[in-house]
């Protein structure tokens, strides 16, 4: 019965390391892409959503698997033998964190210019209202069509 057990574990902890390699993948398929792209065009955010979309979902088939470990017994987890997968899987989330690290400077660098742009063109639009005025009419007429 324990045997089962330890293979089922075991099983799981195999599982949930091919997941995070298919999360790695895309994580790594979402940083080519901000090097890359540079999110000028709509194309590219779309294929980043469609990116973070497919991110999300490896990470909820990581959580069920993790609820599943801890369901089967986490005192086995001490005796068993994966410790070799448990470092593997904790590599990649390294890998993971650094990757991510690196988008999110990138997007605040794309951020910061995009508020640059912002910026110069309210400041642009703000200059034109004032020498560019449209005069306001001193004299009025009144034109009654009803006589």
Do not use: W
């Not at 609820?67 to 410790?83: A, D, R, T």
């Not at 899987?89 to 991510?100: A, Q, R, S, V």
Request: with cysteine; net charge positive.
């Amino acid at each position: 019965m324990v045997n089962k057990k330890e293979q089922r574990l075991i099983g799981l902890y195999r599982q949930q390391l091919i997941f995070y390699r298919e999360l790695y993948a895309v994580v790594k398929l979402q940083h080519q892409l901000c090097l890359e792209v540079g999110f000028k065009e709509e194309s590219s955010l779309n294929a980043f959503n469609r990116l973070t979309q497919k991110r999300q979902k490896q990470m909820d088939l990581i959580e069920e698997v993790k609820k599943k470990i801890e369901n089967n017994g986490s005192s086995l987890q001490e005796e068993l033998k994966v410790q070799e997968i448990s470092e593997k899987i904790k590599m990649l989330i390294n890998e993971i964190l650094t990757l991510d690290l690196q988008v999110k400077d990138i997007f605040k660098k794309h951020l910061n210019l995009l508020q640059q742009k912002i910026d110069e063109l309210q400041t642009e639009r703000k200059l034109l209202k004032k020498y560019y005025k449209i005069p306001q009419q001193k004299e009025g007429y009144f034109i009654d069509s009803s006589k």
